[in-house]
């Protein structure tokens, strides 16, 4: 009997995906041989929208993205605007920047979704996409990931469910008759995966992106549209051997190690010491001043 946890937030996508990838799992196995459980758990995959710090320290703080609207109104930007307007044949006073970015989302959108070379498209070259994907990756450097600690750190919640889950998975089994730990699937958000990958010390570069900062940011590890595009996905996968369990982690089907250990798969005690400090802190409560109380519910998708 194949036993298999889903957890996912309480978005309709998220509970959709679960019911296909389930759906998925009958056309390979029967139900016979599946025991299956699904909760849904907002607590631990929208766990920013419970951090008091995170909430009132970046989400609702207008200087917590600065880099961002400084890019925003910085020459390169402008430089895409009036590249834009030329084009339109319009004054380039009558583009925003906010209708610039929209009408780039539309052409990304419809490559990405229906494969279509879209008519959005035309109004960019390769110089200008460059642009409009780093001022994407500043928002989410400085709103969920390394640009301030408590992005990270709110994931806290999910950080030791995963250890857990591993630590019990790793545990010697009584006998060979005894079943092991189910597998642990969890569905969620980018703004979920991105926090976690952050706390794990995971495409951190030398010098962070700003707004001052483009032209030496090409060659950055921090590229969102790679770490998180659609269906991205987060894999530990951990193997019995000799010397103990090795823990490998595959970003998106493409292994990758962990930082500061030079093996694909390091011993599983190794990567529980590199993370100590995180194991026995990374405290949620008391990294986020208690759960938020009386917020409305989070509109952002």
Same mark, same amino acid.
């Given at each position: 009997?194949?036993?298999?946890?889903?957890?996912?937030?309480?978005?309709?996508?998220?509970?959709?995906?679960?019911?296909?990838?389930?759906?998925?799992? &009958? &056309?390979?196995?029967?139900?016979?041989?599946?025991?299956?459980?699904?909760?849904?758990?907002?607590?631990?995959?929208?766990?920013?929208?419970?951090?008091?710090?995170?909430?009132? *320290?970046?989400?609702?703080?207008?200087?917590?993205?600065?880099?961002?609207?400084?890019?925003?109104?910085?020459?390169?930007?402008?430089?895409?605007?009036?590249?834009?307007?030329? =084009?339109?044949?319009?004054?380039?006073?009558?583009?925003?920047?906010?209708?610039?970015?929209?009408?780039?989302?539309?052409?990304?959108?419809?490559?990405?979704?229906?494969?279509?070379?879209?008519?959005?498209?035309?109004?960019?070259?390769?110089?200008?996409?460059?642009?409009?994907?780093?001022?994407?990756?500043?928002?989410?450097?400085?709103?969920?990931?390394?640009?301030?600690?408590?992005?990270?750190?709110?994931?806290?919640?999910?950080?030791?469910?995963?250890?857990?889950?591993?630590?019990?998975?790793?545990?010697?089994?009584?006998?060979?008759?005894?079943?092991?730990?189910?597998?642990?699937?969890?569905? *969620?958000?980018?703004?979920?995966?991105?926090?976690?990958?952050?706390?794990?010390?995971?495409?951190?570069?030398?010098?962070?992106?700003?707004?001052?900062?483009?032209?030496?940011?090409?060659?950055?590890?921090?590229?969102?549209?790679?770490?998180?595009?659609?269906?991205?996905?987060?894999?530990?996968?951990?193997?019995?051997?000799? =010397?103990?369990?090795?823990?490998?982690?595959?970003?998106?089907?493409?292994?990758?190690?962990?930082?500061?250990?030079?093996?694909?798969?390091?011993?599983?005690?190794?990567?529980?010491?590199?993370?100590?400090?995180?194991?026995?802190?990374?405290?949620?409560?008391?990294?986020?001043?208690?759960?938020?109380?009386?917020?409305?519910?989070?509109?952002?998708?």
């Amino acid at each position: 009997m194949k036993r298999i946890s889903l957890r996912s937030s309480s978005k309709h996508r998220c509970v959709s995906s679960v019911e296909a990838f389930q759906d998925g799992l &009958q &056309q390979v196995w029967s139900r016979q041989d599946m025991q299956y459980s699904h909760q849904v758990d907002d607590e631990l995959m929208r766990f920013f929208e419970y951090c008091r710090g995170y909430v009132e *320290g970046v989400e609702n703080n207008r200087t917590a993205l600065l880099e961002v609207e400084k890019f925003k109104h910085g020459m390169e930007m402008e430089a895409v605007r009036r590249r834009m307007a030329e =084009r339109l044949g319009l004054p380039h006073h009558r583009l925003t920047p906010d209708l610039v970015e929209a009408a780039f989302f539309l052409c990304s959108y419809e490559l990405s979704i229906k494969s279509l070379h879209s008519p959005w498209c035309f109004l960019f070259d390769e110089n200008d996409a460059k642009v409009l994907e780093y001022k994407s990756d500043l928002k989410q450097f400085w709103k969920r990931s390394h640009g301030h600690v408590i992005s990270s750190l709110s994931s806290c919640p999910l950080f030791h469910h995963v250890f857990r889950t591993l630590d019990k998975a790793g545990r010697p089994r009584r006998s060979t008759e005894a079943s092991p730990e189910p597998a642990s699937i969890l569905v *969620g958000h980018a703004e979920t995966l991105l926090p976690l990958l952050s706390l794990l010390g995971l495409y951190k570069d030398q010098t962070s992106p700003t707004a001052d900062n483009y032209h030496s940011q090409h060659g950055r590890s921090f590229r969102t549209s790679l770490i998180v595009p659609y269906a991205a996905n987060l894999l530990f996968v951990l193997y019995d051997c000799q =010397r103990g369990p090795r823990l490998q982690m595959l970003i998106n089907e493409s292994p990758v190690r962990f930082p500061g250990l030079m093996e694909d798969a390091p011993l599983y005690r190794d990567v529980r010491a590199m993370y100590r400090h995180l194991l026995d802190g990374c405290d949620f409560h008391r990294e986020c001043e208690g759960r938020t109380g009386g917020r409305g519910p989070n509109t952002e998708l």
